[in-house]
């Protein structure tokens, strides 16, 4: 079954045809055109309190489009005001943000990383997802099986029309319809008291350009010793200056292993510091001696962060969250601006590690600057150990070498 937009011109080129096809319109979800040997029949796939069924809702081309569409649309809000007929109780239907406070809810759950950058563009924001198409025209919240891919579209063009990519904010919207379809039709789950009644998920059928190029920023060594040494002043909290200073420490890890490090990663083996990441980007844990240099910036962190977190960087006025990677890529976007060079965001520190690890070290392995960032490396059960056993002496050599480029960024003048 193929799913697109339906047009009369479409639909005046289609034929009978010898195989059954069948197609969606992405306008109307629930709308379906199935074409056999003798004729083209319209109906709808609907969804009420006793469960799905279709419904025939006549020939092509007796039935236009619009009137196919128009009769798929009654039909869906016929099936919803049908009484059940078995002794269950009829469940209450879902607005959106009751939908996107279940997924929240379900995510926080599940210890999910990246639950605040959800809860903020769905919940939070001025332009989350809630306030844009959320709410009917009075105010009050809409159901959520209400939502169209037209509605999805005009949440993401604002996006677009800012200058922001519209990946992440879909990504997040597509995932939150994704588990209430989950939810309702979860047949191990209890019957639940409130149901979405979604027959698919609207921002499915929304298109667009969702990705930027790749990016290859990579800062010369002239750069990052002025960010080393003139990341600080207004907008630059002691809290953030330690943050970068212990990324760019321990030679350009992920931005979120530091970000969202908790103070219990570090432990002492054998009187030295490690980090003990339980669980990195993919799914493995990663431990990694903390350099000479992160040494001292971790001790300066743990001396100013809140006894009452567990977060080496807490918020300020939330002790038991995490700061968000959009306050720290807020902070790097101010300080290029204020110092006229040309934007980096953190992530690019990864990259700028890399780089620069080779060029000084001709003699040190590739392969051991990829073991460190934990990058492009089997996931068999064998090479876990191997990494534990044996790469230990491969991540102090390029922990080393780190501390050595930071003794020359210590050394030079911004």
Excluded at 76 to 86: L, M, Q
Excluded at 197 to 224: H, Q, W, Y
Excluded at 365 to 371: A, F, P, T
Aim: with cysteine; hydrophobic share 35%; proline share 6%.
């Amino acid at each position: 079954m193929q799913t697109l937009r339906m047009t009369d011109r479409w639909l005046q080129s289609l034929k009978p045809s010898k195989e059954r096809n069948e197609f969606t319109d992405s306008i109307c979800p629930g709308l379906r055109l199935r074409i056999g040997k003798r004729s083209m029949t319209w109906s709808a796939l609907v969804r009420g309190p006793n469960g799905r069924k279709r419904i025939a809702l006549g020939k092509y081309p007796l039935v236009s489009l619009q009137e196919a569409r128009q009769a798929a649309n009654e039909a869906a809000d016929n099936a919803r005001s049908v009484p059940v007929t078995s002794t269950d109780k009829i469940a209450i239907q879902g607005t959106v943000r009751d939908l996107f406070n279940f997924a929240i809810e379900q995510m926080r759950s599940e210890g999910a990383a990246s639950v605040q950058q959800y809860e903020d563009y769905l919940l939070n924001r001025a332009d989350s997802a809630l306030n844009v198409i959320g709410l009917d025209s009075s105010g009050s919240d809409l159901p959520a099986n209400q939502v169209t891919p037209d509605d999805v579209t005009r949440w993401l063009r604002g996006f677009h029309e800012s200058g922001a990519l519209t990946g992440h904010p879909r990504a997040y919207l597509s995932a939150a319809f994704g588990r209430g379809l989950s939810a309702d039709f979860d047949p191990t789950s209890p019957i639940p008291s409130i149901r979405f009644n979604l027959t698919s998920n609207p921002v499915t059928f929304v298109g667009g350009k969702m990705k930027g190029k790749p990016r290859n920023r990579t800062l010369a060594i002239d750069e990052l010793t002025a960010f080393w040494h003139g990341f600080s002043g207004r907008g630059v909290s002691p809290p953030m200056k330690l943050l970068f200073r212990l990324i760019i420490c321990m030679g350009g890890v992920r931005i979120t292993e530091i970000v969202r490090s908790e103070k219990d990663w570090f432990i002492t083996r054998q009187k030295e510091l490690w980090l003990a990441l339980p669980r990195t980007k993919n799914d493995h844990a990663h431990d990694l001696p903390v350099t000479k240099a992160a040494t001292a910036a971790y001790g300066a962190a743990i001396q100013i962060s809140d006894p009452a977190s567990r977060f080496l960087f807490p918020k300020h006025h939330k002790p038991d969250e995490c700061q968000t990677l959009n306050s720290i890529s807020q902070a790097t976007r101010k300080w290029c601006d204020r110092q006229e060079i040309t934007r980096f965001q953190p992530r690019d520190i990864r990259r700028t590690f890399k780089t620069l690890l080779i060029e000084r070290n001709p003699t040190l392995n590739r392969d051991w600057i990829d073991v460190w960032h934990n990058h492009g490396r089997a996931s068999d059960v064998a090479r876990k150990h191997y990494d534990r056993a044996e790469y230990v002496s491969v991540k102090k050599t390029v922990a080393d070498a780190i501390d050595d480029l930071i003794k020359d960024i210590l050394k030079r003048k911004p």
